[in-house]
């Protein structure tokens, strides 16, 4: 069965270098969501997309944004990056209108900001 | 937004069955509990999910209090594969999941 993709899967930038992480959900999926995990920490919700609207705002510093597109992909775009941005970025996708709603996470993208 | 409240680690021996214990005592009549679990270097993984009755599924069961102010995964025979952080997690439909004071689940081969 088809599973969530994410690009890269590794990305190296320098502080105040500007990001874009890509996921592409699984097909026919109508949520997009994007959580950031720190080193040794649990994942955290930043932003999530309907039907390509945002849907709900976590804590995503205003430094970084993101859309949904017409295909259902979705951008993440972090600029003025960070030391601190350095973390793996999940990207999850479900179905709003099934049953359960269980989240699917891509294997991630891991951020180094150096 | 409702909490859960987990032990920090567990450890089992292979092949044994292992329970995993949740409370969430501040549940509202409209959350679902769910369970996900994250492997090393893995993003995280959906387990099993529940509302009032027990569950089961190829991976785990669920068993759910009546009160339904906890909860217990079980694995019926965990595997040096099911070493992971499971999360219990109160979720309602599209919303967020809250990750926050998993259980992290050490296999003794």
């Known amino acids: 069965a088809a599973g969530v993709i994410q690009s890269p899967r590794h990305l190296i930038k320098e502080k105040r270098e500007t990001a874009t992480l890509k996921c592409y959900p699984i097909?026919?999926?109508?949520?997009v969501y994007w959580y950031q995990q720190g080193p040794g920490q649990d994942p955290q919700f930043l932003i999530s997309f309907y039907e390509k609207m945002q849907s709900d705002k976590g804590s995503i510093p205003d430094r970084f944004s993101a859309q949904q597109f017409s295909d259902y992909h979705s951008e993440l775009n972090m600029s003025s990056l960070e030391l601190g941005d350095s973390a793996l970025y999940f990207c999850?996708?479900?179905?709003?209108?099934?049953?359960?709603?269980?989240?699917?996470f891509g294997p991630g993208t891991r951020l180094t900001v150096t | 937004d409702a909490k859960t409240t987990q032990p920090n680690s567990m450890e089992s021996n292979e092949e044994e069955p292992v329970h995993l214990p949740c409370n969430h005592s501040t549940i509202s009549g409209t959350d679902y509990i769910h369970w996900y679990r994250q492997l090393p270097s893995q993003g995280p993984e959906y387990v099993i999910h529940?509302?009032?009755s027990n569950v089961n599924n190829r991976m785990a069961s669920l068993a759910i209090a009546e009160d339904r102010k906890s909860s217990t995964l079980i694995l019926h025979r965990a595997t040096l594969r099911d070493a992971a952080v499971y999360y219990c997690i109160l979720y309602n439909a599209g919303n967020m999941l809250t990750f926050g004071g998993g259980t992290r689940l050490m296999v003794k081969p």
């Open positions: 097909p026919r999926h109508d949520t």
């Open positions: 999850a996708s479900s179905l709003r209108s099934g049953v359960s709603y269980e989240q699917y």
């Open positions: 529940g509302l009032t």
